[in-house]
């Protein structure tokens, strides 16, 4: 066994750490505070190769592989974490294509999500679907050569600003969740309307609302065959979770960062507040879970990067990183005390944001439910 980080993967973490301090870091409150999509960004993480480090090269990849896409989201995560949202648009729907896809889907549309010009995002959740996949109500209906999208889907992350994006829909419905299929699909025509939705954090990356209304499709953005996009939902959401978590680490740095810092700097009643052990103990929890949630991370990635199924891996990786972040973020809160609650300082960034992580990609419960399930013997996680 070993710990150590190749020189390569050195190499790419330290330029994904000078990128974030130096580019995303210094304007990532305003980006917050205004909303902003950084499209001049994902533009410049897409030249510098953010998003081919698990694509091959004959698609615009760089083929550095899974860990490196981690140790990339982590330094991003903890310069702005909103901007790591965007990592996962474009990975997505780059990795549902480069498993799923057929020759010509891989080439028309892996290289823009890749270079970061074609915006990405993944349309699965609807008003009545987070958890439970399979209780999506959108149909793709088949009429001659094309299927007919229609439905709703809600809190998708670059629904405002996507250029296209993975779009799941029943061709039928009877089958139950062998009835769902997955489309790949640009936006650029007619039939989809967006509404933006605002949400207590992560600002800098759009959220909201796409309906479909005869969006029409054709066997070229089907992916796999019909009946295979619940199997491409769930192991596509296995590689985003994945990267979630190491976002999860990312935040969760920034905010112990912060509190030691803020430790270092303050005095009260005549010391430095680091000498007060009940701050010591908040410093000490946020070290161990994050420590433990890196570990993690990184185990479930090293296990992707050797082809080897790593489903039980990414769900514990994903608990424990999302409950470390926020663990952090209230930790540093409690810590910094008016600095912390101030909108001056980004501690309260870190804890809006930090709520996500307990949401997004699987829930913490849902992911506890995967872990017990295997545990227990009713469901193998690994599959
Ligand atoms: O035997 P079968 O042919 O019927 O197949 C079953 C099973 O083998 C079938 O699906 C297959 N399957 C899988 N295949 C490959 C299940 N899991 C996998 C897998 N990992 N790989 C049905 O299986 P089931 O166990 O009966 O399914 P279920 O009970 O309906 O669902 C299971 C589960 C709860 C785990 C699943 O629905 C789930 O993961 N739910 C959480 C949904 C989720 O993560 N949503 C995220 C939305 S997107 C998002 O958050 C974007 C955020 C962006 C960002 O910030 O990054």
Known sequence: MDFELSEELVAVRDLAREFAEKEIAPTAAKDDRERNF????????????????????????????????????EEVARAHSALRVAINMQIGPALALLKFGDEEQKKKWIPPLVRGESVGCFAITEPDAGSDVAAIRTT????????????????????????????YAYTDKSQKHRGLSAFYANFDRLGITRRALETLGAHASPIGELTFENFALSAENLLGKEGDGFKVCMWQL??????????????????????????????QFGQKIGQYQMNQ????????????????????????DQNRLNNLEVSIAKYTAAEAAAYAADAALRILGAYGYSTEFPVERYYRDAKSYQ?????????KIIIAQDALGYRKANR
Request: hydrophobic share 45%; glycine share 12%; net charge neutral.
């Open 38 to 73: 950084r499209k001049d960004l994902l533009l410049k993480m897409g030249e510098l190769g953010f998003f081919g480090t698990v694509i091959p090269e004959e698609y615009g990849g760089n083929g550095l592989g899974f860990l490196a896409l981690a140790l990339i989201t």
């Open 140 to 167: 793709a209906m088949r009429k001659g050569d094309n299927y007919l999208i229609n439905g709703t889907k809600l809190w998708i992350s670059n629904a405002p600003v996507a250029d296209g994006g993975l779009v």
């Open 238 to 267: 296995n590689q985003t979770r994945l990267n979630c978590a190491a976002g999860a680490v990312g935040l969760a740095r920034a905010a112990r960062e912060a509190a030691v810092n803020y430790c270092n700097q303050r005095e």
């Open 281 to 304: 103990d908040l410093i000490a929890q946020m070290i161990v879970h994050e420590e433990a949630a890196r570990l993690l991370v990184h185990r479930a990635a090293w296990l992707a």
């Open 359 to 367: 949401i997004v990609e699987g829930s913490s419960n849902i992911q």
